[in-house]
């Protein structure tokens, strides 16, 4: 026998429903960052304007010199000519967004932190944070002064196996003691994954990325290290970098191998642009047991020497741990405070005085104590 529901009682569900509805896609609007970018030239951009074509996004402005480029995206992405201006700091004042992401050579960040951090607007770069410690600290005084957010950001940070891996270790405790971490990142080379031409020219320039496949590959390393020796610096980096393709990357190293030497443990990143397939992965051996963030979403773990390896999926992360623009929304607008995240300054320092220490080191053949 069916069960009539009454006219009335009809009409208050169907507008609760209505207004659930119209609460959600208020809510959703408002998590919305109304953001300018920053140049054109660095391929992670594709990111964001990914994100924008999904209406995840307000890109109120872009920033960028290279006539090429920005007839390239106003086709690719339908975008009008009033959102674009060769100078960023006109365009800040113009739109006053909530914060500039940077998609431009790694040299260039200090100038985007320079026209932003004055105006009040934080910045969030694509990584590594900068090139040399100098630009690094005087990146960090102007946030400081300015008391804005200056975030850098990585691919692994929203690997929800890198989360998992950290609670088991930190907070779990279920390996003991860190003394031994390894992290592999790198992938066939720039030019054999064909990146774009814009991205190639200053990827492989010493001055504008710092090097090759150490800056580019081996601050992913520096990063979840620092995060996981709670924001403590290394004693001493020695490093070795190669050029085992000298005729395709001249000017820049190919290869990086890194050790990291901490007071009771030790760090090893190897980075490179000549592996046979892309790989970002991170193994941690501690006082009992051993786990390794196999993929973005796989974790592989023994927990002691009598236990089997078992492989599981790690649990999906929390909204504003997912991504960086749900991140960034966490930070700006709900006053999440980066303390030791991946993304936070005071990290991204220590991986700028790692990744320069490990050029010293490389270049002199000597171990670099880090002051």
């Known amino acids: 026998m069916k069960t009539k529901i009454p006219f009335a009682s ?14 959600t896609i208020y809510a959703n609007a408002q998590k919305k960052l109304n953001v300018v970018v920053a140049g054109l030239n660095h391929d992670h951009v594709y990111l964001i304007m990914n994100s924008y074509e999904k209406a995840e996004v307000n890109i109120v402005g872009i920033a960028e010199a290279d006539v090429v480029l920005v007839e390239r995206f106003k086709k690719r992405y339908k975008l009008a000519d ?7 700091k006109t365009l800040l004042v113009k739109r006053k967004p909530d914060v500039v992401l940077a ?7 200090l100038a985007v932190v320079e026209a932003a951090a004055p105006l009040g607007i934080s910045v969030m770069v694509e990584k590594p944070l900068a090139t040399t410690v100098k630009d690094a600290e005087r990146m960090a005084m102007l946030a400081r002064k300015y008391q804005i957010q200056l975030l ?21 405790n279920e390996i003991g003691a860190i003394r031994k971490m ?31 496949a150490i800056t580019d590959f081996g601050c992913y ?15 001493a980096v020695t490093a070795i970098t190669r050029q085992i393709k000298k005729d395709v990357y001249p000017k820049v190293d190919d290869d990086a191998t890194i050790l990291l030497e901490y007071p009771a443990a030790t760090g090893i990143i190897e980075a490179s642009w000549n592996w046979p397939f892309g790989i970002k992965d991170l193994e941690v051996f501690g006082q009992t047991g051993y786990i390794q963030a196999v993929n973005p979403n796989t974790v592989r773990m023994k927990e002691k020497e009598n236990s089997a390896y078992h492989t599981f999926e790690a649990p999906q992360l929390p909204e504003a741990a997912s ?13 999440h405070n980066p303390a030791n995240d991946l993304s936070s300054l005071e990290n991204n320092l220590i ?16 171990k670099v104590l880090i002051k």
Not at 82 to 88: E, H, N, T
Not at 185 to 201: A, T
């Open 10 to 23: 009809m009409r208050i569900l169907a507008s609760t429903i209505i207004v659930m509805g119209l609460s």
């Open 82 to 88: 009033s959102l674009f201006s060769p100078d960023l």
């Open 103 to 109: 998609y431009n050579a790694i040299s260039d960040h």
């Open 152 to 172: 850098t950001n990585y691919e692994t940070t929203w690997y929800s196996s890198n989360q998992e891996s950290y609670k088991r270790i930190k907070t779990d």
């Open 182 to 212: 390894v992290v592999h990142d790198g992938h066939q080379g720039p030019k054999e994954i064909n990146v774009s031409k814009e991205f190639l020219s200053w990827l492989t320039d010493p001055v504008k990325n710092g090097g090759g």
């Open 221 to 235: 390393g520096a990063n979840l290290m620092t995060w996981l020796m709670d924001g403590k610096a290394p004693i």
């Open 323 to 335: 991504n960086h623009l749900h991140y960034l929304h966490a930070v700006l607008k709900e006053k």
């Open 351 to 366: 991986v700028v005085k790692i990744l320069e220490a490990a050029k010293l080191s490389a270049k002199t053949g000597k």
